[in-house]
């Protein structure tokens, strides 16, 4: 199994920047395609972008492309989203998965998931 901790969420300003960490544990998340998803109140957990196992490239939702950007280091078994630009849409709690598949889209694609981190963008 693979336990996922994700931190570095809070409150920020519109405009402003945040990185969030997701930690692995239980296993090397080096074979594993990494995927952040969001859930806003009262909306459906929307996939947010991913890297696949070697990192050489990713993928990313409209709504977020050109803003965030996601990278790994598989040696500290860490992913990591960098969210820049930020709006108030972005509010949502945000959650890092792993995947067995390499272009994994979907949520049900994945399969341990972590409990999640609150992001808060203030207009």
Do not use: H
Not at 86 to 96: F, G, I, M, R, W
């Amino acid at each position: 199994q693979v336990q996922l901790v994700e931190s570095g969420g809070g409150l920020v300003q519109a405009g402003d920047s945040l990185r969030l960490s997701c930690a692995a544990s239980g296993r090397t998340i080096s074979t594993y395609t990494m995927g952040w998803f969001r859930q806003a109140p009262g909306k459906e957990r929307e996939f947010v972008g991913a890297i696949p196992w070697s990192g050489s490239s990713t993928f990313y939702a409209d709504a977020v492309k050109g803003r965030f950007t996601i990278s790994r280091d598989n040696t500290k078994n860490t992913v990591y989203l960098q969210m820049n630009s930020l709006k108030p849409e972005d509010t949502a709690v945000y959650y890092c998965a792993s995947s067995l598949y390499v272009n994994a889209r979907t949520s049900t694609s994945y399969r341990y998931w972590g409990q999640g981190t609150q992001v808060t963008v203030s207009s």
